[in-house]
């Protein structure tokens, strides 16, 4: 890495010293006997120079252009207006009025400024454009500091969806158009050409330019089987010819966590216990309850210690020696005598812990890049090197990234190109133990253990827990996350290309790109034996974990570009690509160290039995293309686009798969009848397109059944020895060799207008996807083994909705402000139109809870639909109860205080009386009906003022954390709801059933469970200043801005929860490669919308600096 900075360096010194010998722009000197001279400076939106700027006395062929620091100088009449242009830019007419120093901040256009996009293996003119393309550029990616580009875009495009685990250097889940499959829905992302679907949290926001994402198969298809679900093209800074410019942007701030739930303390849920104990009957001989910790009297009483159990002061297992020693105090939990004369001893906290609060805490986090860019005609170049730093609100997690990219690029001569674009990533991550959502994480131990429970032990240093009688089986989530601080995943990325450019003709270019993605992992899983949990850990282990993954991407195209008559423009494009992925993993696991010491912490170390496994994968993609575009008379669009892709895995009976697409566009403002629309409708261009994209993300291997050999499970070794010293083998994975790619075909119709002056900017979009042969690994019956199941097509799927997007552009008191609204909304609705053929199967997407089967996926219905029951309240009398139908689930359900459920069908499909399993159905959608983002830039003089909202409607979301707050599961903390909105007589208001010790029935899924996901939140709240440039000349700087920001400060929502954004689970296929995972199944979108206690979205306060010299 020292190597390619000093190269950096070199080439950054070299290029400067070129620059310095261009020449300045030439001036049209055409004055007036009455002229004055006006000087002054040009800056973009950001403050920073903009550079051949067209300056123009207005009437006149007087002007000039800005030099390399948007300077510039021209006479003009006292009484004269003076014209700025420039490309991406709209037109600024401002008067002269007798004024010597006029600055000027342009504005962009967004219209114009998207003018040329980048598109699949090549660029076009966006008027030129008949697919579905969304462009975001860097300074509207940028306005929302990020980890990574996913969670920069969230409500920032019509019909994308981004969700993120919001953990330190977490997952990001991104949704173009709704879920076009049971299986992976990640889109492709090109970075400078390469393509991947991996971690994408190496790549540095701030490297970058600008993002196109191509939603619709039109548009993508020349990506083939990888662009099923979208491709999202991002293209990172390049150099531009001009002198050395330097920049440096940081930002530093404080995280806080949002809401938090409201839990009991120690006294409430004493009377909690007595209650629920009371109403279940179990009660001791002098009829009141019976608690290790609260006694047995008829009110509970809270004890002095909870280990021993319910000891006051003044007993002798807890005296105290002259010093205020413990006499009776051990750690040893091996000694025999532990838990009889010897104890953890413990206080009990008779105010309450609040868990929650324990484990999340204000923390900080911080950004810095320094850049410096520039070149000649003769080549240029743009290098950064960044440094990114996140503590967690979560106590003892974080995330750092430090990032180098060298972007270059030469001219050998005029017809003769060659550059490169590469990145080198290291980031490191301790995450919170047991991933997301699950419910032996810190966060949901955090809702679990008691209240009277502390932190620490009468000691002070060792951890307090669950050892003690009645205190349920949780662990002490800040000793876990503690003991989890130093087990540090570290992820090194090498990634871009190198390419060539010749111009065989004047028309005709060939191009040639070779990309690597490079890939380490390492992760060292040290877990550290707990003396204080009732399920205390039997000894310390270390689980060593190191994988690699190589992909490299060779394309080649030739490009042809001609015209007749001036009125019909053809583009062609063909070409060839190929890529080849290997990925290989190892891991080790041992026990028994003698020591935690950290310099302890590797397998050498341990004295316990040695387990190892590991493993290796590869694949291959071969491709041929080409696309066609035709322009007749700027009026008339016409693109078609086929691919070819072979992929390796499948048979070679369904090796070869061919995706087409066709699209049209009519430029309604060119023809006649628009003319005299002219002084309100600026441009219109009405879109129709269809075409197909694949997927082919399944098994490596799919095809073939899969043997291999296990010392553990292969018990008939080979010699017939009845040793494991030669095992034998067993089937680990069936083969399919009739699996075939899944298609998805496309049909997308839009409409783009420009109004009032290029100020009011439309666009509309229709689209219907339907994927066809969905590839699903389908379950098949134990008796045929435990081997892994292969992908097999299914059924379909159809996504049908619309996109909007529209912006407002505008001037006020007299051009000294400008003002810009920005308005995303965004609907689709999922159905799976079929599955196996009958409209019964199921397919559910969680089955590692307590209670199963709560998230299905079935025919006539969207993907992770929620299932279960329907409750209609809760009986008020035994005679409601008795009329009611006969609930099978338990006993005694029929009765005052139960939840009534729903009686939906029977035997023969209608109610039949009795509530059983037949009553199970459709509860809840996780699907929202609609999402939208709403975005002003509000810039006076030099300040700036940007609010960003974002926000979704209409879905629903599982709330499982009440499986473990709001019912008698276990014996951990409780809700205040559960305590004071529970039934007793009278009460008709209540919305759980009564307190009782013993209900197994009302924790079923049910519609309790259910509630609204709609949110809208102000995602970013951004104040700029940019300093005056006479006072920023005067150190030797270009511009300088400074500014203040809030993100996610305010929340709308209904949720009871902590955060709505609950979209995102244990998300693991592609972008868990930095936890060092790779599975095609664990981590599909058959989950979505579920609360297991995950971690929440954090306020940030932010302050940052942006330096330009």
Same mark, same amino acid.
């Given at each position: 890495?020292?190597?390619?900075?000093?190269?950096?360096?070199?080439?950054?010194?070299?290029?400067?010293?070129?620059?310095?010998?261009?020449?300045?722009?030439?001036?049209?000197?055409?004055?007036?006997? /009455?002229?004055?001279?006006?000087?002054?400076?040009?800056?973009?939106?950001?403050?920073?120079?903009?550079?051949?700027?067209?300056?123009?006395?207005?009437?006149?062929?007087?002007?000039?252009? %800005?030099?390399?620091?948007?300077?510039?100088?021209?006479?003009?009449?006292?009484?004269?207006?003076?014209?700025? %242009?420039?490309?991406?830019?709209?037109?600024?007419?401002?008067?002269?009025?007798?004024?010597?120093?006029?600055?000027?901040?342009?504005?962009?256009?967004?219209?114009?400024?998207?003018?040329?996009?980048?598109?699949?293996?090549?660029?076009?003119?966006?008027?030129?454009?008949?697919?579905?393309?969304?462009?975001?550029?860097?300074?509207?990616?940028?306005?929302?500091?990020?980890?990574?580009?996913?969670?920069?875009?969230?409500?920032?495009?019509?019909?994308?969806?981004?969700?993120?685990?919001?953990?330190?250097?977490?997952?990001?889940?991104?949704?173009?158009?709704?879920?076009?499959?049971?299986?992976?829905?990640?889109?492709?992302?090109?970075?400078?050409?390469?393509?991947?679907?991996?971690?994408?949290?190496?790549?540095?926001?701030?490297?970058?330019?600008?993002?196109?994402?191509?939603?619709?198969?039109?548009?993508?298809?020349?990506?083939?089987?990888?662009?099923?679900?979208?491709?999202?093209?991002?293209?990172?800074?390049?150099?531009?010819?001009?002198?050395?410019?330097?920049?440096?942007?940081?930002?530093?701030?404080?995280?806080?966590?949002?809401?938090?739930?409201?839990?009991?303390?120690? $006294?409430?849920?004493?009377?909690?216990?007595?209650?629920?104990?009371?109403?279940?009957?179990?009660?001791?001989?002098?009829?009141?309850?019976?608690?290790?910790?609260?006694?047995?009297?008829?009110?509970?009483?809270?004890?002095?210690?909870?280990?021993?159990?319910?000891?006051?002061?003044?007993?002798?297992?807890?005296?105290?020696?002259?010093?205020?020693?413990?006499?009776?105090?051990?750690?040893?939990?091996?000694?025999?005598?532990?838990?009889?004369?010897?104890?953890?001893?413990?206080?009990?906290?008779?105010?309450?812990?609040?868990?929650?609060?324990?484990?999340?805490?204000?923390?900080?986090?911080?950004?810095?890049?320094?850049?410096?860019?520039?070149?000649?005609?003769?080549?240029?170049?743009?290098?950064?090197?960044?440094?990114?730093?996140?503590?967690?609100?979560?106590?003892?997690?974080?995330?750092?990234?430090?990032?180098?990219?060298?972007?270059?690029?030469?001219?050998?001569?005029?017809?003769?190109?060659?550059?490169?674009?590469?990145?080198?990533?290291?980031?490191?991550?301790?995450?919170?133990?047991?991933?997301?959502?699950?419910? $032996?994480?810190?966060?949901?131990?955090?809702?679990?253990?008691?209240?009277?429970?502390?932190?620490?032990?009468?000691?002070?240093?060792?951890?307090?827990?669950?050892?003690?009688?009645?205190?349920?089986?949780?662990?002490?989530?800040?000793?876990?996350?503690?003991?989890?601080?130093?087990?540090?995943?570290?992820?090194?990325?090498?990634?871009?290309?190198?390419?060539?450019?010749?111009?065989?003709?004047?028309?005709?270019?060939?191009?040639?790109?070779?990309?690597?993605?490079?890939?380490?992992?390492?992760?060292?899983?040290?877990?550290?034996?707990?003396?204080? @949990?009732?399920?205390?850990?039997?000894?310390?282990?270390?689980?060593?974990?190191?994988?690699?993954?190589?992909?490299?991407?060779?394309?080649?195209?030739?490009?042809?570009?001609?015209?007749?008559?001036?009125?019909?423009?053809?583009?062609?494009?063909?070409?060839?690509?190929?890529?080849?992925?290997?990925?290989?993993?190892?891991?080790? @696991?041992?026990?028994?160290?003698?020591?935690?010491?950290?310099?302890?912490?590797?397998?050498? $170390?341990?004295?316990?039995?040695?387990?190892?496994?590991?493993?290796?994968?590869?694949?291959?993609?071969?491709?041929?293309?080409?696309?066609?575009?035709?322009?007749?008379?700027?009026?008339?669009?016409?693109?078609?686009?086929?691919?070819?892709?072979?992929?390796?895995?499948?048979?070679?009976?369904?090796?070869?798969?061919?995706?087409?697409?066709?699209?049209?566009?009519?430029?309604?403002?060119?023809?006649?009848?628009?003319?005299?629309?002219?002084? =309100?409708?600026?441009?219109?261009?009405?879109?129709?397109?269809?075409?197909?994209?694949?997927?082919?993300?399944?098994?490596?291997?799919?095809?073939?059944? /899969?043997?291999?050999?296990?010392?553990?499970?292969?018990?008939?070794?080979?010699?017939?020895?009845?040793?494991?010293?030669?095992?034998?083998?067993?089937?680990?994975?069936?083969?399919?060799?009739?699996?075939? =790619?899944?298609?998805?075909?496309?049909?997308?119709?839009?409409?783009?207008?420009?109004?009032?002056?290029?100020?009011?900017?439309?666009?509309?979009? =229709?689209?219907?996807?339907?994927?066809?042969?969905?590839?699903?690994?389908?379950? %098949?019956?134990?008796?045929?083994?435990?081997?892994?199941?292969?992908?097999?097509?299914?059924?379909?799927?159809?996504?049908?909705?619309?996109?909007?997007?529209?912006?407002?552009?505008?001037?006020?008191?007299?051009?000294?402000?400008?003002?810009?609204?920005?308005?995303?909304?965004?609907?689709?609705?999922?159905?799976?139109?079929?599955?196996?053929?009958?409209?019964?199967?199921?397919?559910?997407?969680?089955?590692?809870?307590?209670?199963?089967?709560?998230?299905?996926?079935?025919?006539?219905?969207?993907?992770? $639909?929620?299932?279960?029951?329907?409750?209609?309240?809760?009986?008020?009398?035994?005679?409601?109860?008795?009329?009611?139908?006969?609930?099978?689930?338990?006993?005694?359900?029929?009765?005052?205080?139960?939840?009534?459920?729903?009686?939906?069908?029977?035997?023969?499909?209608?109610?039949?009386?009795?509530?059983?399993?037949?009553?199970?159905?459709?509860?809840?959608?996780?699907?929202?009906?609609?999402?939208?983002?709403?975005?002003?830039?509000?810039?006076?003089?030099?300040?700036?003022?940007?609010?960003?909202?974002?926000?979704?409607?209409?879905?629903?979301?599982?709330?499982?954390?009440?499986? =473990?707050?709001?019912?008698?599961?276990?014996?951990?903390?409780?809700?205040?709801?559960?305590?004071?909105?529970?039934?007793?007589?009278?009460?008709?208001?209540?919305?759980?059933?009564?307190?009782?010790?013993?209900?197994?029935?009302?924790?079923?899924?049910?519609?309790?469970?259910?509630?609204?996901?709609?949110?809208?939140?102000?995602?970013?709240?951004?104040?700029?200043? %940019?300093?005056?440039?006479?006072?920023?000349?005067?150190?030797?700087?270009?511009?300088?801005?400074?500014?203040?920001?809030?993100?996610?400060?305010?929340?709308?929502?209904?949720?009871?929860?902590?955060?709505?954004?609950?979209?995102?689970?244990?998300?693991?296929?592609?972008?868990?490669?930095?936890?060092?995972?790779?599975?095609?199944?664990?981590?599909?979108?058959?989950?979505?919308?579920?609360?297991?206690?995950?971690?929440?979205?954090?306020?940030?306060?932010?302050?940052?600096?942006?330096?330009?010299?």
């Amino acid at each position: 890495m020292a190597l390619t900075a000093g190269f950096c360096l070199l080439q950054a010194h070299a290029f400067a010293h070129a620059a310095t010998t261009a020449t300045a722009p030439e001036r049209i000197n055409t004055r007036s006997p /009455i002229d004055i001279t006006i000087t002054g400076r040009v800056t973009d939106d950001t403050n920073n120079p903009l550079p051949g700027v067209n300056i123009l006395v207005k009437g006149t062929s007087n002007g000039t252009t %800005s030099d390399a620091d948007g300077n510039y100088r021209i006479s003009a009449g006292e009484t004269a207006t003076l014209v700025f %242009s420039f490309i991406g830019y709209t037109v600024q007419e401002i008067p002269v009025n007798n004024q010597t120093i006029i600055n000027v901040s342009l504005v962009p256009d967004v219209v114009s400024l998207s003018e040329v996009v980048v598109t699949g293996y090549g660029s076009q003119s966006k008027r030129d454009i008949t697919g579905a393309v969304a462009t975001i550029d860097a300074n509207r990616l940028l306005t929302t500091p990020s980890t990574n580009f996913g969670q920069a875009m969230q409500g920032k495009v019509a019909g994308v969806t981004v969700g993120n685990e919001n953990s330190p250097g977490g997952g990001v889940m991104v949704r173009i158009r709704g879920f076009g499959t049971i299986n992976d829905n990640s889109p492709l992302y090109v970075v400078d050409g390469v393509p991947t679907k991996g971690n994408i949290n190496t790549i540095n926001p701030n490297d970058i330019e600008s993002m196109q994402i191509l939603k619709d198969a039109s548009a993508a298809s020349i990506y083939g089987s990888r662009a099923g679900n979208g491709v999202i093209i991002i293209t990172t800074k390049k150099g531009k010819a001009g002198k050395p410019v330097f920049t440096y942007d940081m930002y530093v701030g404080t995280q806080r966590p949002g809401k938090l739930l409201e839990l009991l303390n120690t $006294s409430e849920y004493a009377q909690l216990t007595w209650e629920s104990r009371i109403n279940a009957g179990v009660v001791g001989d002098n009829g009141n309850p019976r608690h290790a910790q609260f006694g047995n009297g008829p009110t509970p009483v809270i004890p002095d210690y909870i280990f021993p159990a319910g000891a006051m002061e003044g007993d002798p297992r807890i005296a105290q020696d002259a010093n205020g020693n413990y006499i009776n105090y051990s750690r040893d939990i091996d000694n025999a005598n532990f838990n009889r004369d010897k104890w953890l001893i413990t206080k009990a906290n008779k105010q309450g812990t609040d868990w929650l609060d324990e484990i999340f805490d204000p923390a900080p986090i911080q950004n810095h890049q320094i850049g410096v860019s520039g070149g000649n005609e003769s080549g240029r170049y743009a290098m950064s090197l960044n440094y990114f730093d996140q503590e967690g609100i979560m106590i003892y997690t974080n995330y750092k990234r430090y990032s180098l990219r060298a972007n270059t690029e030469f001219n050998i001569n005029k017809r003769v190109r060659f550059g490169e674009n590469f990145q080198v990533a290291f980031g490191q991550r301790v995450n919170q133990p047991n991933g997301n959502s699950h419910e $032996s994480n810190p966060t949901s131990f955090a809702f679990r253990i008691q209240p009277i429970v502390p932190v620490y032990d009468v000691s002070g240093i060792t951890f307090a827990g669950t050892r003690g009688t009645d205190l349920d089986n949780s662990r002490n989530p800040v000793a876990d996350l503690w003991r989890n601080k130093d087990n540090i995943q570290k992820e090194l990325r090498l990634f871009g290309n190198a390419y060539a450019e010749v111009d065989i003709l004047d028309n005709l270019t060939a191009k040639t790109s070779f990309g690597v993605d490079y890939n380490t992992f390492n992760f060292r899983d040290y877990i550290i034996r707990d003396i204080e @949990s009732s399920e205390s850990r039997g000894s310390n282990s270390l689980k060593t974990i190191n994988n690699y993954e190589w992909t490299w991407t060779w394309f080649n195209t030739l490009t042809y570009n001609v015209t007749f008559n001036d009125i019909h423009r053809f583009n062609f494009i063909i070409g060839t690509e190929a890529i080849k992925d290997y990925y290989e993993t190892f891991d080790a @696991s041992r026990t028994n160290f003698s020591s935690d010491d950290l310099e302890n912490r590797y397998l050498g $170390s341990g004295t316990g039995a040695q387990t190892n496994n590991g493993g290796a994968s590869d694949w291959m993609l071969a491709s041929e293309f080409a696309k066609i575009n035709y322009n007749l008379s700027d009026k008339y669009l016409l693109e078609g686009t086929l691919r070819r892709d072979r992929s390796s895995r499948f048979s070679a009976n369904n090796l070869v798969a061919y995706f087409p697409a066709v699209s049209a566009g009519w430029v309604l403002s060119e023809e006649r009848f628009a003319q005299g629309l002219g002084n =309100w409708l600026d441009r219109a261009k009405l879109r129709a397109g269809w075409g197909q994209t694949g997927n082919q993300e399944i098994g490596y291997y799919n095809p073939f059944t /899969i043997f291999s050999t296990n010392p553990a499970t292969s018990a008939y070794d080979l010699n017939g020895s009845r040793t494991s010293a030669v095992p034998g083998y067993e089937i680990t994975q069936f083969g399919n060799p009739n699996a075939k =790619w899944e298609t998805t075909t496309s049909t997308n119709v839009g409409l783009d207008f420009t109004l009032l002056g290029n100020k009011l900017d439309v666009n509309l979009d =229709w689209y219907n996807r339907i994927t066809s042969d969905m590839l699903f690994p389908v379950a %098949s019956p134990l008796t045929s083994g435990v081997a892994t199941v292969p992908f097999r097509n299914i059924g379909s799927m159809r996504n049908r909705g619309i996109d909007l997007a529209v912006a407002y552009h505008g001037l006020a008191m007299g051009g000294e402000v400008f003002y810009d609204v920005e308005g995303n909304f965004s609907t689709y609705r999922n159905v799976v139109t079929k599955t196996t053929g009958d409209a019964n199967t199921q397919y559910f997407g969680i089955n590692d809870e307590r209670i199963q089967n709560f998230v299905v996926t079935q025919q006539d219905y969207p993907i992770s $639909s929620f299932f279960g029951y329907i409750i209609d309240g809760i009986f008020q009398s035994d005679d409601e109860a008795a009329a009611a139908p006969t609930n099978n689930l338990g006993t005694n359900q029929n009765r005052a205080g139960r939840f009534i459920f729903r009686d939906v069908s029977g035997p023969e499909g209608v109610p039949d009386g009795v509530i059983n399993t037949r009553d199970l159905t459709i509860i809840g959608n996780p699907h929202p009906d609609f999402t939208y983002g709403i975005n002003l830039n509000v810039r006076y003089k030099n300040f700036g003022l940007t609010i960003f909202g974002q926000g979704v409607a209409g879905n629903d979301v599982f709330n499982y954390v009440k499986y =473990w707050t709001d019912f008698p599961t276990f014996a951990g903390n409780r809700s205040k709801r559960m305590l004071y909105e529970s039934w007793r007589p009278g009460k008709t208001d209540a919305v759980l059933p009564q307190l009782t010790s013993s209900d197994q029935v009302s924790i079923l899924p049910s519609t309790y469970y259910i509630e609204s996901g709609s949110y809208f939140r102000f995602k970013n709240i951004q104040l700029t200043y %940019s300093l005056p440039q006479t006072l920023v000349s005067k150190i030797g700087l270009s511009s300088v801005r400074v500014y203040v920001q809030g993100q996610n400060l305010i929340t709308l929502t209904n949720y009871s929860g902590m955060d709505p954004e609950i979209n995102l689970r244990n998300y693991v296929s592609g972008n868990d490669r930095v936890a060092g995972t790779y599975s095609y199944t664990s981590g599909t979108d058959r989950q979505l919308g579920v609360d297991g206690g995950a971690y929440p979205a954090s306020k940030q306060y932010l302050v940052g600096l942006n330096l330009t010299f």
